[in-house]
């Protein structure tokens, strides 16, 4: 399996199944929600992002303003 494009920097190190794994640790920005949402996987993201503007904008249809 190859790396995604977007996967980032890395120093070249393989994990189990020969995949080049980004071993840098971006975390400790002080904020521990920016540190949690940051170890997410992308996958987790993108859901998790969808379903706040999903319920952002049902929580704007129930106050009338869409």
Do not use: N
């Not at 190859?2 to 190190?13: I, L």
């Not at 400790?28 to 999903?54: E, H, K, N, Y």
């Amino acid at each position: 399996m190859e790396p995604e494009a977007g996967d980032g920097p890395s120093d070249g190190a393989d994990d189990a199944d020969g995949d080049t794994v980004d071993t840098t640790d971006t975390r400790g920005t002080g904020s521990p929600l920016a540190d949690r949402w940051t170890a997410l996987d992308r996958g987790w993201q993108a859901l998790a992002l969808g379903l706040g503007i999903v319920a952002a904008h049902l929580a704007g249809q129930a106050a009338g303003l869409f």
